[in-house]
Structures are given as structure tokens and as C-alpha cells.
């Protein structure tokens, strides 16, 4: 019984597509989030939103773009695919607003995105 | 501008011994810290926490110490385990934010 799920597990994709990565949690929690690791194996945070509203938004490309249909799930739609997008991309959760002081974060199992 | 570093990308430790993992900040704001484990082709999944009000915190075979003065918290894990072995990321996060900054994380190996 997967608490964060991510689909696809990998991703090939030649430059310049535009394609989208799903994810769903059955936590029951009401934030969710995305992020990013990179070749240098840091996690950084892309989007986080709170029942479906967006609560952080780095500085990211706009070609990146969440989307939120109800509170367990989160997608990503990335267009116009770059070399550099190319990295694994994780799904979280949480229960609260973020604030992991009384929950943690729960995380999916990452999807590899190849560009190209 | 990494605010939250782990300097050693990996470790060896052998099978009994304890494995000290460690961790430095630069942003004084931070008041909460946690560890996450990874295995390969995994999330990384939670394993312990420490508020900046404690200096430590323990949790079966893993104690994660807090200096604030120097910035610096470390994971002590006793006995090592070879299932131990994972990439150990260090993150940290502040009140009025609502995100947490993850380190590049450390590798440890548990020889048997």
C-alpha cells in the first residue's frame, strides 16, 4: 500500500517535449510538494501547495508548471524539455502547512527524467 | 549559496562500530533539524529530528546532537548495521519559512 506514489518511474525524452509526471498520495495529508536532485545530488524544493494553493514557488523556469486537481495529488507538466532538466524528481507530502516541526515529510520513490 | 553543507560525501564503517555523521548550517534561523535516509532508487524517508531548543535526541540506535554555537549537529548511529548503509541527508528548516533545506548528503557504507 504505496503512501506517495510517482508515475513514471523513468523518463526518456528528447529536447524540446513537453511531458508531465503524476503524482498521488493516500495519506490523507494536505500539502504536497516537488523536488528536484540534481547531477550534484542535492534535493531542492521546486512547489509546495496546500490544498490545492500554491504556498511556495522557487525560482523556477516557467516552462515548469504544477498542477494540483484536489489535495492528493500533484502533477508536473514541464514544457519545451531541456538537457539541463534532466535530474530526479521526487513527490512529498506532509500534513500540515510544511511545517515539519510536528510531521514529517513523506516521499515518493523519484522519477528519473533523461533529456535527450 | 549552500546553507546546509555535509563535507564527507561518503563513509566507511564496519559492522558494530558507530558511524558519526555530520552536518554544519550557516543560517542562524534555523531552529529545526532533521535526518532522512535513502536507499537507492527510493525517497528518502525520515529518521529522526531535533528542535534547536534540545541539544539531543535519541531515538533506539540513533542520537542526533545539536551544537548550536558551532553551527553544527551530527547522527551518531550505534551499533552500525550493514542495512544502515544509505545516503544520510542532514535538512533544516525555520519557523516563518515554509520549506526545508536539504545538505548533499553523506554515503555510508556498513562493512560486514
Known amino acids: 500500500d504505496t503512501a506517495v506514489s510517482q508515475t513514471p518511474k523513468y523518463l526518456v525524452t528528447q529536447m524540446g517535449n513537453d511531458k508531465s509526471i503524476k503524482c498521488e498520495q493516500n495519506?490523507?495529508?494536505?500539502?504536497m510538494y516537488w523536488y528536484k536532485q540534481d547531477s550534484k545530488k542535492f534535493l531542492k524544493i521546486m512547489f509546495s501547495?496546500?490544498?490545492?494553493?500554491?504556498?511556495i514557488n522557487e525560482t523556477v523556469p516557467n516552462r515548469f508548471s504544477p498542477k494540483s486537481p484536489d489535495k492528493a495529488h500533484l502533477n508536473l507538466h514541464i514544457n519545451s524539455l531541456e538537457l539541463g532538466d534532466s535530474a530526479v524528481y521526487f513527490c512529498?507530502?506532509?500534513?500540515?502547512?510544511?511545517?515539519?516541526?510536528?510531521?514529517?515529510?513523506?516521499f515518493g520513490p523519484g522519477t528519473r527524467l533523461t533529456v535527450l | 549559496d549552500q546553507q546546509v553543507k555535509q563535507n564527507s560525501p561518503s563513509l566507511s564503517v564496519q559492522e558494530g562500530r558507530i558511524s558519526i555523521l555530520n552536518c554544519d548550517y550557516t543560517?542562524?534561523?534555523?531552529?529545526?533539524f532533521l535526518w532522512y535516509k535513502k536507499y537507492p532508487a527510493e525517497g528518502p524517508t525520515f529518521l529522526i529530528s531535533?528542535?534547536?531548543?534540545?541539544d539531543k535526541n535519541e531515538d533506539g540506535r540513533f542520537t542526533v546532537f545539536l551544537n548550536k554555537s558551532a553551527k553544527h549537529l551530527s547522527l551518531h548511529i550505534v551499533p552500525s548495521q550493514p542495512g544502515d548503509s544509505a545516503v544520510y541527508f542532514c535538512?533544516?528548516?525555520?519557523?516563518?519559512?515554509?520549506?526545508?533545506?536539504f545538505g548533499p548528503g553523506t554515503s555510508l557504507s556498513v562493512i560486514p
Open positions: 512529498a507530502s506532509s500534513s500540515n502547512l510544511g511545517r515539519v516541526r510536528s510531521d514529517t515529510q513523506y
Open positions: 495519506l490523507g495529508h494536505d500539502t
Open positions: 501547495y496546500n490544498n490545492k494553493e500554491l504556498i
Open positions: 543560517n542562524s534561523m534555523f531552529d529545526y
Open positions: 531535533i528542535s534547536s531548543i534540545k
Open positions: 535538512a533544516a528548516s525555520v519557523a516563518s519559512y515554509d520549506k526545508v533545506i
